[in-house]
Nanobody, 119 residues
Framework: QVQLVESGGGLVQPGGSLRLSCIAS????????MGWYRQAPGNQRELVAT???????NYADSVKGRFTVSRDNAKITVYLQMNSLKPEDTAVYYC?????????????WGQGTQVTVSS
């Protein structure tokens, strides 16, 4: 059974930093593209950052230059380093694991971790 467990969320002041972690189990981690998404109250879930199985990264324009996604396959963990946080970054952050092989898709989500940016 695949599990993704996020940690590292919390309350931080504007301009501060947080590092989110997502540890995976029940899957061959290195086969998956990993991603971070977020959902604020009243909004749809949106992409924050992704990192492919070979380490290629992609970011939402709103977080470019402030957030960094990375992965450690040996630790079966994906990270999201968030710097220069803004109140508009407040949301529940979700970890995602995605693998597509021909017509078959494996797509998993974590339970989410709350990030609140407020003074």
């Amino acid at each position: 059974q695949v599990q993704l467990v996020e940690s590292g969320g919390g309350l931080v002041q504007p301009g501060g930093s947080l590092r989110l972690s997502c540890i995976a189990s029940g899957m061959i981690f290195s086969d998956y593209n990993m991603g971070w998404y977020r959902q604020a109250p009243g909004n749809q879930r949106e992409l924050v950052a992704t990192i492919t199985s070979d380490g290629t990264t992609n970011y939402a324009d709103s977080v470019k230059g402030r957030f960094t996604v990375s992965r450690d396959n040996a630790k079966i963990t994906v990270y999201l380093q968030m710097n220069s946080l803004k109140p508009e970054d407040t949301a529940v952050y979700y970890c995602n694991a995605l693998k597509v092989v021909f017509r078959t898709t494996w797509n998993y989500w974590g339970q989410g971790t709350q990030v609140t940016v407020s003074s």
